[in-house]
C-alpha cells in the first residue's frame, strides 16, 4: 500500500557528511509518519531517527544525538536526514521506515508498517 524508495547513500571519510533521502508513495496519507533504522552486517536492525508527518516531534537514538538530524517535506512526502561527523561505526544499510499512527518511545523494529529496500553508507577511516 506504501512504497518507500531511498537514496543518498555513498561511500565517506570519517568526519564527512551525507544526506539520505527518502520518497513515498502509494496509499500514504497525512497521518504517516516517518523514520530510518539501520543494519550493520551481522548485527540486528536498530532504530536512528524518527519523525512526525504532520507535525515536528522527532526521535534520536544515542548514538545519533547531535550529528544527525531528520527532517520532512510534507507535500513531497519525503523524508530526510543529515549525517554530519560520520564515524566507521556508523557503516551500515540504511531503510527508510513509516508507520501509519504516532511513534512510540523508545521506537522499535516492530512499530514498522512499511520498509524500504535500503541504501549503503560506507564511512571510511
Known amino acids: 500500500q506504501v512504497q518507500l524508495v531511498e537514496s543518498g547513500g555513498g561511500l565517506v571519510q570519517a568526519g564527512g557528511s551525507l544526506s539520505l533521502s527518502c520518497a513515498a508513495s502509494?496509499?500514504?496519507?497525512?497521518?504517516?509518519?516517518m523514520g530510518w533504522f539501520r543494519q550493520a552486517p551481522g548485527k540486528e536492525r536498530e532504530f536512528v531517527a524518527a519523525?512526525?508527518?504532520?507535525?515536528?516531534?522527532?526521535y534520536y537514538a544515542d548514538s545519533v544525538k547531535g550529528r544527525f538530524t531528520i527532517s520532512r517535506d510534507t507535500a513531497k512526502k519525503t523524508v530526510y536526514m543529515q549525517m554530519n561527523s560520520l564515524k566507521s561505526e556508523d557503516t551500515a544499510v540504511y531503510y527508510c521506515?513509516?508507520?501509519?499512527?504516532?511513534?512510540?518511545?523508545?521506537?522499535?523494529?516492530?512499530?514498522?508498517?512499511?520498509w524500504g529496500r535500503g541504501t549503503q553508507v560506507t564511512v571510511s577511516s
Open positions: 502509494g496509499r500514504t496519507s497525512s497521518n504517516l509518519r
Open positions: 521506515a513509516a508507520r501509519s499512527s504516532g511513534w512510540p518511545n523508545p521506537v522499535r523494529a516492530y512499530d514498522v508498517d512499511y
Open positions: 519523525i512526525s508527518w504532520p507535525g515536528a516531534s522527532t
